[in-house]
């Protein structure tokens, strides 16, 4: 009775907690603008057996749901550049096409045989590539919240929420035309061309692992254009979801996507995205970015142990 058949997959799971899994998904997005991919593909690969091409896909049709959802609640409360948004979801969405041709190649390799245990070749290049990125994330995250702390203790402010900061001075050194304009920098301006290209790469990696690029934008806006934490939370879920659009269609031709699995988790996803909003508005910032670094290690424990033990 609390068994439900996911027939893309070919497997049954437990329904509550596939529920359960849909509200943790819907408030990391809400929250953490990471499109939740980080979470919900080791989760299904790792603990839940699945094939690593189902749980890219499946996680990949379900970000279209949640960030959009919570894109409109942030939208309402001013959380989301637009024009930089925009920019983003074009250059993620020929990434995810990018990554899931690599994928779908990788997916017909030879299997590679690890500690006595064979693995699909898709699956050990797609968790290596997954950790190491995560990996690298997460630390420098961390490193940055620590020194936050240091100065908060010390009677000093968040440097990262103050309006007034301009971003990173290399970006100067980067203005081929065409430019646009930074919202929360007044008469700042960026070249076209590198954020199309910083969500590109974040599209290959969607594409390629199904964890919606979020990752990867969220630190890029956060330390780079040096967006306040929720306006960059905000404008990542726009670039996901113009991404997770294109690739969820090319996932849907390949045949790799549960829609019952994806249906169930989003249904969770309606309860827990309103309650990420909330606590995206009362956590403090820096605690937001210390919890993104945490899902960050926590994908990559996930992923190594499916292919190491």
């Not at 269609?249 to 549960?258: N, S």
């Amino acid at each position: 009775m609390l068994e439900l058949n996911l027939p893309v997959a070919d497997m049954t799971v437990f329904w509550p907690l596939m529920v359960a899994l849909g509200v943790v998904l819907g408030l990391v997005s809400a929250s953490l603008g990471i499109g939740a991919g980080v979470v919900a593909v080791p989760v299904l690969f790792a603990v839940c057996g699945m094939r690593f091409e189902i749980a890219v896909g499946s996680s990949l049709a379900l970000l279209v749901g949640n960030c959009a959802m919570a894109l409109f609640i942030h939208g309402r409360k001013g959380n989301v550049d637009y024009p930089i948004g925009a920019l983003l979801g074009t250059g993620v969405a020929g990434g995810a096409l990018l990554g899931g041709l690599a994928l779908n190649r990788l997916s017909a390799g030879a299997p590679v045989e690890l500690l006595g245990h064979v693995h699909p070749l898709s699956e050990v290049v797609g968790a290596v590539l997954f950790s190491v990125l995560l990996l690298y994330l997460g630390v420098m995250t961390l490193q940055k919240v620590r020194v936050t702390v240091r100065v908060l203790r010390a009677g000093g402010a968040d440097e990262q929420e103050d309006e007034a900061r301009k971003p990173s001075e290399w970006l100067d050194r980067l203005q081929t035309r065409p430019h646009v304009k930074l919202r929360h920098a007044e008469g700042q301006l960026v070249s076209v061309w590198l954020v199309l290209a910083i969500g590109l790469a974040a599209g290959c990696f969607a594409g390629m692992l199904g964890v919606g690029g979020g990752f990867l934008m969220v630190p890029v806006l956060l330390y780079w254009f040096r967006m306040r934490t929720l306006l960059a939370v905000g404008t990542s879920l726009l670039g996901i979801l113009v991404g997770a659009v294109i690739g969820t269609a090319q996932k849907w031709l390949y045949g790799v996507i549960d829609w019952t699995l994806v249906g169930v988790l989003l249904g969770g996803g309606v309860l827990g995205i309103p309650l990420g909003t909330w606590l995206a508005n009362r956590v403090p910032p820096h605690e937001l970015r210390r919890g993104y670094a945490l899902f960050c290690f926590f994908g990559v424990v996930l992923s190594l142990s499916k292919i190491l033990t």
